[in-house]
């Protein structure tokens, strides 16, 4: 049997879009659905992207909502790419592919996180302990994830990489994750991603005591230039991911991530902290 691995990015975008024309058009699902002779479950599945319309539902759907021309062949054409799926479907059986559609197709992404190094920015080495933390001895099942891991790198050497935009606790420096010789090696990766000019990283001190968003965890938050795109964010759980698209949720931990961003340091100091630290572990591998 074929695992399903639920929707695309596309599908999920072009569903969201249809449901504000509607939205837009003053329109009830159960107006709708009697202008479009369905019944009302098959254009709710079509909103929430548990149902996959095909190109002659969304014309007669446009045509409802007397939809202007651009509009129109914009979602015509998501709604012929629906299916397609990224590289990451090569590693459907390890990956999230709803986080790794977000991540590729993001324009920007601003992140905070508490426990390790963003998995973009992560080293071999780094990812590997990591992994291995969580699944032991299954050699096999730690080089399939670090091959995923090191793809998704792979995606920021492209021209039309994201720009990044990450905030890390103090705490994730001095953390020493498979020991000195592998955080020097991460700690330097970092210095040299922070010369890129897409990449900011800034440094929330340990010496603050009180932070912004203390006990919140981590949070990603996908942001697209196109306006048939939503921003997105990702929080992680204990219970697993949660992908938010409501506007006024999105733009909570939007705020909460400026207040962060205020508490911490600039560029340059955060650069700074880091070699600091690096040299700190790097004196452990020397001696």
Not at 51 to 68: C, F, K
Not at 70 to 95: E, N, P
Not at 182 to 194: K, R
Not at 237 to 252: F, K, L, N, P
Request: hydrophobic share 45%.
């Amino acid at each position: 049997m074929p695992i399903d691995h639920g929707p695309t990015a596309r599908h999920r975008r072009l569903a969201a879009e249809l449901r504000r024309l509607r939205e837009e058009a003053r329109l009830t699902p159960e107006a709708t659905s009697g202008l479009l002779g369905w019944s009302r479950p098959k254009l709710v599945r079509i909103e929430t992207a548990k149902g996959r319309p095909t190109v002659a539902d969304v014309e007669r759907i446009l045509d409802v909502y007397g939809t202007d021309y651009a509009t129109r062949a914009a979602l015509l054409q998501l709604t012929r790419d629906i299916r397609t799926r990224g590289w990451w479907a090569a590693f459907g059986d390890v990956l999230a592919g709803g986080y790794a559609e977000l991540e590729d197709a993001a324009d920007r992404i601003r992140t905070w996180q508490t426990e390790a190094v963003p998995g973009l920015l992560q080293t071999p080495e780094y990812a590997r302990v990591l992994i291995a933390g969580e699944f032991l001895d299954d050699k096999a099942e730690i080089d399939r994830r670090l091959q995923a891991r090191i793809a998704r790198r792979a995606r920021f050497a492209r021209s039309d990489a994201p720009e990044l935009d990450i905030l890390l606790a103090e705490e994730i420096l001095r953390r020493p994750v498979g020991g000195p010789a592998v955080m020097t090696s991460q700690l330097m990766t970092l210095i040299e991603a922070a010369e890129q000019p897409s990449v900011a990283i800034r440094i929330v001190p340990m010496a603050h005591g009180y932070r912004p968003g203390l006990g919140e965890g981590s949070v990603d938050v996908f942001e697209f230039s196109s306006p048939l795109e939503l921003d997105t964010a990702h929080v992680e759980t204990m219970g697993g991911s949660m992908y938010i698209e409501d506007i006024a949720q999105v733009r909570r931990c939007n705020s909460v991530l400026d207040r962060i961003a205020d508490a911490a340091l600039s560029q340059e100091d955060s650069v700074a902290i880091i070699a600091a630290v690096c040299e700190e572990f790097q004196v452990h591998v020397d001696a």
